[in-house]
Nanobody
Framework: QVQLVESGGGLVQAGGSLRLSCAASGRTFSSYVMGWFRQAPGTEREFVAAISWSGGRTNYADSVKGRFTCSRDNAKSTVYLQMNSLKPEDTAIYYC??????????????????WGQGTQVTVSS
């Protein structure tokens, strides 16, 4: 069983930055593909970013490319999402997710096995 706990959300003005963290339990964190998703009110959950087990490969949604950076520290069993140049449309609940036993950087939420409880990000205009 893997438990994921997100933190770092909050209220920020447009153009500002936030860094989300996702701490994972489990002895094999370094073998997980990790993903970030978000869900705004009235919309479906959407893919934001994914990172390989080593951190050497990343995948981003077009809407966040160049603004968001996903990284991980396997020694701390933590994955991060650095969000810069935030826009009001980035407002959502952000979730991290883990996929075991694979190396593909999936963008489909159905591919992930474990989910955190989410952290709210609100960007004011």
């Amino acid at each position: 069983q893997v438990q994921l706990v997100e933190s770092g959300g909050g209220l920020v003005q447009a153009g500002g930055s936030l860094r989300l963290s996702c701490a994972a339990s489990g002895r094999t964190f370094s073998s997980y593909v990790m993903g970030w998703f978000r869900q705004a009110p009235g919309t479906e959950r959407e893919f934001v970013a994914a990172i390989s087990w080593s951190g050497g490969r990343t995948n981003y949604a077009d809407s966040v490319k160049g603004r968001f950076t996903c990284s991980r520290d396997n020694a701390k069993s933590t994955v991060y999402l650095q969000m810069n140049s935030l826009k009001p449309e980035d407002t959502a609940i952000y979730y991290c997710a883990a996929r075991t036993g694979a190396s593909t950087l999936f963008s489909s939420q159905n591919a992930y096995d474990y989910w955190g409880q989410g952290t709210q990000v609100t960007v004011s205009s």
